[in-house]
């Protein structure tokens, strides 16, 4: 997995869907450029997974890298545009 190269397709998509109880689904079309080399560093990483008591995520979870998490900021801020403008 390259730890410094972009992991996140900047031409990817999201798609904002309204519920019809009013909810909002936002859809991620084509997020990663690598998705099994992501995979495979998780696997090879797996002692660095921990539970976590600060969400409802019910899986494992890492800290991410300063490059990949800097990635998915720009991914966040492009999502919460996505939902406002809509």
């Known amino acids: 997995m390259k730890h410094s190269g972009m992991l996140l397709n900047p031409d990817a998509t999201v798609e904002t ?3 019809q109880d009013g909810r909002v689904c936002l ?6 450029l690598e998705p099994d080399s992501l995979v495979q ?4 990483q797996r ?11 019910p ?10 998490q800097a990635q998915f900021d720009l991914i966040d ?7 406002t403008d809509s």
Do not use: I, W
């Open 47 to 57: 002692n660095a997974f921990h539970a976590v008591d600060f969400n409802f995520y």
């Open 27 to 32: 859809v991620n079309d084509e997020m990663l």
């Open 77 to 83: 801020r492009a999502v919460v545009q996505s939902v």
């Open 59 to 68: 899986g494992v979870r890492r800290a991410l890298q300063h490059a990949l």
């Open 17 to 19: 869907l309204r519920l």
């Open 41 to 44: 560093f998780a696997a090879t």
